[in-house]
C-alpha cells in the first residue's frame, strides 16, 4: 500500500502548480452556440456566456493563467467579464479568482466561500492550498440553488448534495439546453471523490441523477475536464458509480479491511475502462470506502 501510494504522488505531482510550465498553457476555444463557448487551458474546463449585457464565466482554472483566459476571451468579445462562478474551490477550478475579483461579481456555494478564505490539505496528494485574499472570495452565495436572467438566457445554478466536495454546483443555461457540470461529471476516468472537502460517492450518485433529470438527448454537457459530453456519458459513469459503490459497500460490510480491497483487485473489471494516471483504481477504492463509513 506505502508503495502504491508512493508511486501515486510522484505521478500527482506533475498536477500541483509548482511543477507546471504556465508559460506554455495555450487556451482553446470551442463554439457551442453563437453565445455560449468551451475554454480549455490547464485545470478545469472553463464555461463562457457572452452577450450585450455581459459575460457570464463559469471557472477559472489556476492561479497563473488569469492573464492568458482574460486575452482568450477578448478575443470572442469585448465585452467585460461581470459574472464568475464557481462550481468549487479546488485550486485549478477557482484560482483564478483574484484576477477577476476587482471587476467583477464572484458567485458560489457558501461552503466555497468558507474554503477559500482557509489553508487547506488536500489529502491525500499532500497538497497545500493557502488561503485565497479576499480580492478571490465569493461575493454572492447562495445555499440550494440561484438563478439569473442574463442576456435573454435563464441561468440555473443548483447546489449538490455534496459530491466532489461539500460546495458543487452545476449551472444549466435553459434556453440553450447547455449545462456546466463542474466536477461533479469528468471524463478522465474515476472521478476525484474529495471526502476531505466532504465529498462522498453517494453524493456523486445522486448529483449524476439531479443531471439527468434537467438533461435530455440533445443537451450539450461541459464537464469538469474532458471534451464536450452528452446524456449518455453522464449516465455511464452513473451506473458506474452505482455499481462500484455495492460492491465495496458489501465487501466493507463482510469485514474485509480497506487496505485487503486496494490489494485485492476488487475492481478489475473496472480498471480497463476506468482506471487513470490522476485517480488510480487503488485510490478510487480507498476514496469511496472513506466515503462509506456511515452507510449501509
Not at 483564478?96 to 477559500?116: C, D, M, P, T, Y
Not at 466532504?198 to 439527468?212: F, T
Amino acid at each position: 500500500m506505502k508503495q502504491v501510494l508512493a508511486i501515486l504522488l510522484v505521478i500527482l505531482a506533475c498536477n500541483t502548480t509548482k511543477a507546471q510550465d504556465f508559460s506554455k498553457v495555450e487556451m482553446k476555444s470551442t463554439k457551442i452556440t453563437d453565445n455560449i463557448y468551451m475554454l480549455q487551458g490547464a485545470g478545469g474546463n472553463i464555461g463562457l456566456f457572452v452577450g450585450a449585457e455581459g459575460v457570464f464565466m463559469i471557472d477559472d482554472q489556476y492561479r497563473e493563467l488569469g492573464d492568458k483566459i482574460k486575452n482568450a476571451v477578448k478575443e470572442i468579445t469585448s465585452q467585460p467579464i461581470k459574472y464568475v462562478f464557481n462550481t468549487h474551490w479546488h485550486f485549478d477550478h477557482a484560482g483564478s479568482n483574484e484576477a477577476f475579483g476587482s471587476a467583477a461579481q464572484i458567485i458560489a456555494h457558501e461552503n466555497v466561500r468558507k474554503r477559500l478564505q482557509e489553508d487547506h490539505t488536500i489529502t491525500p496528494f499532500g497538497w497545500n492550498v493557502k488561503a485565497m485574499e479576499k480580492s478571490g472570495w465569493p461575493v454572492i452565495t447562495f445555499e440550494e440553488g440561484f438563478k439569473m436572467h442574463l442576456n435573454n438566457e435563464e441561468i440555473q445554478m443548483i447546489h449538490g448534495p455534496a459530491a466532489h466536495t461539500d460546495g458543487d454546483a452545476i449551472v444549466y443555461f435553459k434556453n440553450a439546453n447547455v449545462l456546466h457540470t463542474g466536477d461533479t461529471f469528468v471524463r478522465y476516468g474515476f472521478p476525484f471523490i474529495d471526502a476531505y472537502s466532504g465529498g462522498s460517492i453517494d453524493g456523486m450518485i445522486a448529483v449524476l441523477e439531479k443531471i439527468m433529470a434537467i438533461a435530455n438527448a440533445d443537451t450539450v454537457i461541459i464537464p469538469g475536464h474532458g471534451a464536450l459530453a452528452t446524456e449518455s456519458d453522464v449516465a455511464e459513469l452513473h451506473m458506474m458509480l452505482k455499481e462500484t459503490r455495492n460492491i465495496i459497500l458489501t465487501a466493507k460490510n463482510s469485514g474485509r479491511s480497506k487496505e485487503e480491497l486496494i490489494n485485492s483487485g476488487i475492481l478489475s473489471d473496472y480498471a480497463e475502462r476506468w482506471n487513470g494516471t490522476f485517480i488510480t483504481t487503488e485510490l478510487f477504492i480507498q476514496l469511496v470506502f472513506e466515503g462509506l463509513e456511515n452507510s449501509k
